[in-house]
């Protein structure tokens, strides 16, 4: 008996034993995951930076509408114990301190930073980012501009327009300056920040969207003013070390205000912008804009109509019916230079076809609806009216532009859509309920 209690011990220890093992067998992938989790590791793989010194303030242009921050290089996941160092496979083209952090961009190039671990007497590679700097760079768009002042701003950033020209990857700690070929011509950069968003509007609401917009970032726009016509060329220069180059150069072409086009064709029933007219308006600059021939006596004779808008003050012009308006157009006012003529060419679009979305409809009592039709062409002059045949089974009833179908008791209707020589049938059938 003896012997078999402690065959019986030992079975039980065995059992436990097991019971253990199958336990850490169990739990050990969760550990082996937390540790391969916690490994060290670079922040960075791969970074492009522009020439110059990187701290925490620093951004840049990577084009009109991207910009770009510096970031440091440092370790994720730090094992206690171990310390850490990065060198530069460069630095005549990347510098970087010992213990990590921003960059130095030396000059246009690339280099290899290194992460190393010591750990317990042992050096590893903790990781390695590729680095490439780029120098500045100057870009241009080739657009015309009014006579006055313009520029850009937050405002022109958060529109995302482009502006005269940019300097991509611009060195932190140069500094640029734009000379123009003539003294008719001036312009001048401005470094645009949250704070200045200000400058753009006075609506407060607008003012948070641009400052959330830009953020903690910053960009560099401009102010000019412009006295004549021409076509000027500004110099860019970088100085930097107390050395000055010639990052390059770009024209900015300058109109007088024109007509858009001598003619132009529009639908009856369309109210145009007077200022849609014109190229290159100027800034704080009156226009006078007169109909020839206007009949203030009987305005359903004129081919076009003035038009205040309520909402802006703009002036509009309507296009009342078919036929040609002529427009003379004056800066300053009514006895002003003479810009230039227009003729407005109102036209009709005669309906060509209704196509029905369905020629037969089921409804319900109670239950409003449309009748969905595409009109050919879509933008016909036409005038669309619908009619029930039977409004004691379907009335219809023209509502804020809408052709509403009301459904009064059982029966059926025959719906007719017209639209100027054009026709089409629906053929309605009114039911008490859903069946």
Not at 99 to 124: A, E, F, M, P, R
Not at 130 to 155: C, H, M, Q, R
Not at 302 to 316: F, G, I, K, T
Request: charged content about 25%; aromatic content about 12%; proline content about 3%.
């Amino acid at each position: 008996m003896k012997n078999q209690k402690s065959r019986g011990i030992r079975f039980l220890a065995l059992i436990v034993f097991c019971a253990t093992l199958l336990a850490g067998n169990f739990f050990m992938p969760e550990t082996v995951a937390e540790a391969a989790t916690n490994k060290a590791s670079i922040s960075a793989t791969k970074m492009t930076i522009p020439v110059g010194k990187m701290d925490s303030k620093v951004y840049w242009n990577v084009n009109p509408g991207e910009l770009g921050n510096a970031k440091q290089l440092t370790v994720k996941n730090k094992i206690k114990g171990a310390s850490y160092s990065f060198t530069s496979s460069n630095t005549k083209v990347v510098k970087i301190s010992k213990d990590g952090g921003y960059l130095t961009g030396v000059k246009v190039g690339s280099s290899t930073i290194t992460c190393s671990q010591t750990y317990k007497n042992k050096k590893t590679t903790v990781g390695k980012c590729k680095v490439t700097v780029k120098g500045a760079v100057l870009e241009s768009f080739d657009y015309a501009y009014p006579i006055g002042n313009g520029g850009y701003d937050l405002g022109s950033y958060y529109s995302c327009l482009d502006p005269l020209y940019y300097i991509g990857y611009r060195n932190p700690k140069a500094t640029y300056t734009l000379t123009s070929d003539s003294k008719d011509f001036s312009i001048k950069e401005v470094k645009y920040d949250a704070s200045k968003a200000k400058e753009v509007t006075d609506n407060k609401e607008y003012q948070e969207v641009i400052k959330d917009y830009i953020g903690k970032g910053y960009i560099y726009g401009y102010q000019y003013s412009v006295e004549k016509a021409g076509t000027y060329k500004i110099t860019v220069k970088e100085t930097y070390n107390k050395k000055t180059k010639t990052l390059g150069s770009f024209k900015v072409e300058i109109k007088d205000t024109c007509i858009a086009q001598p003619k132009m064709e529009v639908l009856i029933g369309e109210y145009l912008n007077a200022f849609t007219l014109l190229d290159y308006v100027k800034e704080n600059t009156a226009y006078h804009f007169k109909i020839e021939e206007y009949d203030e006596a009987n305005l359903d004779s004129n081919v076009l109509l003035y038009y205040v808008n309520d909402s802006d003050s703009d002036l509009y012009f309507y296009t009342n019916k078919a036929g040609t308006a002529n427009i003379t157009i004056r800066e300053g006012s009514e006895t002003g230079k003479v810009i230039g003529n227009v003729a407005v060419s109102v036209q009709e679009a005669p309906c060509e076809g209704i196509v029905l979305d369905s020629n037969e409809v089921t409804a319900y009592i109670g239950d409003y609806f449309e009748i969905f039709y595409d009109l050919e062409p879509w933008d016909t002059t036409d005038k669309v009216t619908v009619e029930s045949d039977n409004p004691e089974v379907l009335k219809v009833e023209y509502e804020d532009e809408y052709w509403n179908c009301i459904p009064v008791k059982s029966g059926e209707a025959n719906v007719t859509i017209k639209c100027g020589n054009q026709s089409a049938v629906c053929k309605v059938t009114v039911v008490e309920e859903y069946e």
